[in-house]
């Protein structure tokens, strides 16, 4: 069964340290991997597509890693403006995309 | 500014009456798309329209209908609200095919079927 589990469900920063947010994924044919900002009462942004195990996409403080089975979004030298949830998602079908139910990231002051 | 636009952003139904969420995309873009997002799981696929004329459902189509008026406009129907429909819907839309395309998301319409 496809899925996609991201951990930890919440996060709390202090500004300046750096972290990183993990998704992992089960599917049978890989079309793309997607990262997505959330703000409250918003909908998502889109971030990033990563294609490829090896694939890196860097934007600001965010870097999104990829490998076979998870992809890693990596948060450098936070600031509170970066407190959102982050979703993922996995491309399985031409439109079945399979969401998870994101990380709740809080950087304090 | 260019993007998704959905109105209502708040509605409150009662069991059982009807009501139409609309979304209007200014991108020019082919697909369009309805998810509902509950608390505790992923956003899910309500409907997609793959590109004008076009509707299919998605993974939980039950107990809704949409309608692509034009390549600009999706909307979604609830015929007879229940209160298991209550959650946030978000409209979608994506440029030529899905694939490596990011979408963009509307605001969002926060639904409350008591």
């Known amino acids: 069964e496809d899925q996609v589990t991201q951990s930890p469900e919440a996060l709390r920063l202090q500004e300046g340290e750096s972290s990183s947010l993990n998704c992992s994924y089960t599917?049978?044919?890989?079309?793309?991997l997607f990262w997505y900002r959330q703000d409250p009462g918003k909908g998502p942004e889109f971030l990033f597509t990563?294609?490829?195990a090896g694939e890196e996409k860097e934007k600001e403080r965010l870097k999104a890693t990829l490998t076979k089975k998870e992809s890693f979004l990596h948060i450098t030298a936070p600031k509170p403006e970066d407190s959102a949830t982050y979703l993922c998602?996995?491309?399985?079908?031409?439109?079945?995309?399979?969401f998870g139910t994101g990380t709740r990231l809080k950087v304090l002051a | 500014n260019a993007g998704v636009t959905q109105t209502p952003k708040f509605q409150v139904l009662k069991t059982g009456q009807s009501m139409t969420l609309q979304c209007a995309q200014d991108m020019n873009h082919n697909s369009m798309y309805w998810y509902r997002q509950d608390p505790g799981m992923g956003l899910r696929l309500i409907y997609y329209?793959?590109?004008?004329?076009?509707?299919d459902k998605g993974e939980v189509p039950n107990g809704y209908n949409v309608s692509r008026l034009n390549k600009r406009e999706f909307s979604l129907r609830l015929e007879s609200a229940a209160p298991s429909q209550t959650s946030v819907y978000f409209c979608?839309?994506?440029?030529?095919?899905?694939?490596?395309?990011?979408?963009?998301f509307g605001s969002g319409t926060r639904l409350t079927v008591v």
């Open positions: 599917v049978s044919g890989l079309r793309g």
């Open positions: 990563l294609y490829s």
């Open positions: 998602a996995v491309q399985a079908g031409t439109y079945k995309y399979i």
């Open positions: 329209s793959a590109s004008e004329g076009t509707t």
């Open positions: 979608a839309s994506s440029g030529a095919g899905p694939v490596g395309y990011g979408y963009t």
